[in-house]
């Protein structure tokens, strides 16, 4: 079993609190997402597990079992890092083998070779494997890296930001082929990245961390749908979920103790021409879609809208809410 558990970890570098009291639990086979801005504390957790660098206080364990006195070699972790680093010396082709080369693994070169071409093909570096390393470019290096991680096939993944340098193409496929891979291999995965999509579309549970700290873990679901704090709620949603004041829009029912209202786009609704409450200042066209830019006031939202629907910039709208979120004066989400 490799699940692991974080119990109140913390880290500190001179001044920088980089963790704090961080409890996780990962089960067997889950792929677990760690979103948060720079800074938030997500490579230093990623470290601690691989063991690179040991906490202040508290616990990990992989597979029941407390890490404090195993080394890295003996965790049998992969780490795929944010500044992924090859061989430099080496083709493709030896990065991809040098982790299967170990004595300790016994595999024949036929095994080798076999594993290192069908991992090259998942993340479509097959075509170079004969390159060297430092020939190739930064999107293909950090396949690479993926790749060397996959070959070894050990009982948890730790991958930062791997897919960060590629073209929104690749990213978008390598997503759900990372996705397919960890489910096939049924191992068990923490990934972290500041990318909200990766984020929803790849894991089973995210967790949301800001300056050090685990905000709030669930579902994708519930973590778009049913956020803990303003905080959280701002970390999902494209457009930028709009905060406005409780009494600025109709519709809307806000608890005792509503400080400020969180509408997206599905908490909106548009009747154009009639009973106009707001004025559209300007459209984004993004093909598929339109970021509708409007003032109620002096407050500024910005919403999806439909590319057929026909509205000009200038023109009177009526916006009114529909089951919003409703926070208090420190951030919180009532219900
Ligand atoms: N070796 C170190 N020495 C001093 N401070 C460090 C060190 N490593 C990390 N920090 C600090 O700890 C905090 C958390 O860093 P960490 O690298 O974990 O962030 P991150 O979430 O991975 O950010 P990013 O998205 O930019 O990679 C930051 O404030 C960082 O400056
Ligand atoms: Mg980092």
Do not use: C
């Not at 913390?10 to 979103?35: H, P």
């Not at 036929?110 to 998942?122: C, S």
């Amino acid at each position: 079993m490799a699940d692991v558990v974080l119990k109140d970890l913390n880290m500190r570098f001179g001044d920088t609190q980089a963790l704090s009291k961080l409890d996780l639990s990962i089960r067997d086979g889950e792929f677990v997402v760690l979103l948060g801005p720079t800074g938030a504390g997500k490579t230093t957790t990623l470290r601690l597990i691989a063991g690179l660098e040991r906490p202040d206080s508290g616990r990990i364990e992989i597979g029941s079992r407390n890490v404090a006195g195993q080394s890295p070699a003996e965790r049998d972790v992969a780490f795929v890092f944010q500044q992924y680093s090859l061989y430099p010396h080496m083709t493709v082709y030896e990065n991809l083998a040098f982790p299967l080369r170990a004595p300790v693994r016994k595999l024949s070169n036929d095994e080798i070779d076999r594993r290192v071409r069908k991992i090259a093909q998942m993340v479509r570096i097959d075509h170079k494997l004969e390159n060297r390393s430092t020939r190739l470019s930064g999107g293909e290096m950090q396949r690479v890296a993926i790749g060397r991680a996959l070959v070894r096939e050990p009982s948890i993944y730790l991958m930062d930001e791997p897919l960060s340098s590629l073209d929104a193409k690749l990213r978008a496929e390598l997503r759900l082929e990372l996705k397919r891979i960890q489910k096939d291999l049924g191992s068990t995965m923490l990934y972290v990245t500041h990318d909200q999509v990766e984020a929803m579309t790849m894991a089973d549970r995210i967790g949301i961390v800001a300056e050090g700290r685990l905000l709030q873990v669930g579902t994708p679901r519930e973590i778009y749908g049913n956020p803990a704090s303003l905080h959280v709620a701002a970390r999902l949603g494209q457009p930028h979920i709009n905060l406005l004041p409780a009494d600025l829009l109709p519709g809307a029912s806000p608890p005792k103790g509503t400080k400020t209202i969180g509408a997206r786009t599905e908490h909106l609704d548009i009747i154009v021409g009639k009973d106009a409450n707001a004025e559209v200042d300007w459209i984004e066209h993004l093909g598929d879609q339109n970021h509708l830019h409007i003032r109620v006031r002096d407050h500024k939202l910005v919403t999806l809208a439909d590319p057929y629907l026909s509205i000009r910039p200038g023109d009177r709208i009526n916006l009114t809410l529909r089951d919003p979120l409703y926070f208090d004066a420190s951030g919180q989400r009532l219900a």
